[in-house]
């Protein structure tokens, strides 16, 4: 499995000048998603130990290109884990991508060597690039729990962050807050995810529960919130992870 195969090459390219086209986003955070399984020859704690050597790669310091590996604790494919890949800005991805891309090509080069160790660890399963509109502190965060879901006709993306807003003011005291994962360049333009962070599995399990049942007694904070996002949103799956390596 290649780091950036020709097809993932294309798209980097097209990603780049959407990226630069749309204000703001130009501005934001990138996020480089990689889903994958580790092969039965390999182990968790060996595939760290090359994205530890990934990390430490000048090209990737150098554009503060940073990592998370996150495994699945409920999931529909409990095999399946997922590469967060994190610059700063459009401009320091775009970076990264136009120094790492040939020299990942150039057969002897401590790039090659390393993609190679990678592809006789793991089997890269989809590729997807994400903007995250809120600046939240993520950084102790232990767990996340993922919905995926579709913006109904009647609703707007930002409607959508109006009550992201509203859900996060009420949510924080609980332990908890969540972010929108905005499409960029994916398999599926029209499907967005929202992410709620905590520190803990047990801090989410008890904030997720103590909305639940505020939300069932109407006239409180969290009922109203969850009407409006419910008429806002269509949930097509979810998914808890564990943030394993950071």
């Known amino acids: 499995t290649r780091y950036f195969n020709s097809r993932e090459t294309d798209m980097i390219r097209l990603l780049i000048l959407v990226l630069f ?3 703001n986003i130009s501005k934001a955070e990138v996020l480089d998603n990689i889903s994958f399984s580790i092969k039965e020859n390999c182990s968790m704690d060996k595939y760290i130990s ?3 050597e990934f990390r430490k790669n000048p090209i990737v310091q150098k554009h503060g290109y940073k ?3 996150l495994s699945p604790v409920s999931s529909s494919n409990m095999t399946v884990h997922y590469w967060e890949g994190t610059t700063a ?3 320091d991805f775009q970076g990264f991508v136009s120094e790492m891309r040939p020299q990942i090509a150039t057969s002897g080069s ?5 993609m190679a160790k990678f592809s006789q660890c793991i089997t890269n399963h989809s590729r997807s690039v994400h903007d995250e509109p809120f600046e939240i502190d993520t950084s102790k965060a232990k767990q996340v729990d993922v919905w995926g879901v579709k913006i109904k006709d009647s609703c707007s993306l930002k409607q959508w962050m109006g009550f992201s807003t509203e859900f996060n003011k009420i949510v924080s005291q609980y332990g908890m807050k969540g972010n929108i994962k905005s499409p960029v360049f994916t398999p599926d333009i029209n499907k967005y995810y929202w992410v709620n962070y905590s520190d803990s599995g047990k801090m989410l399990q008890s904030a997720q529960a103590k909305f639940d049942k505020n939300s069932a007694t109407k ?3 969290e009922n109203a919130i ?3 996002i419910n008429e806002c ?3 097509t799956s979810r998914e808890t992870f564990a943030i394993v390596n950071r």
């Open 226 to 228: 969850e009407s409006k």
């Open 233 to 235: 949103l269509t949930l």
């Open 219 to 221: 006239g409180t904070p």
């Open 89 to 91: 800005s459009v401009k």
């Open 21 to 23: 086209l749309i204000p």
């Open 110 to 114: 401590a790039e090659n060597k390393l």
């Open 67 to 69: 990592v998370k590996i």
């Open 50 to 52: 090359i994205v530890d």
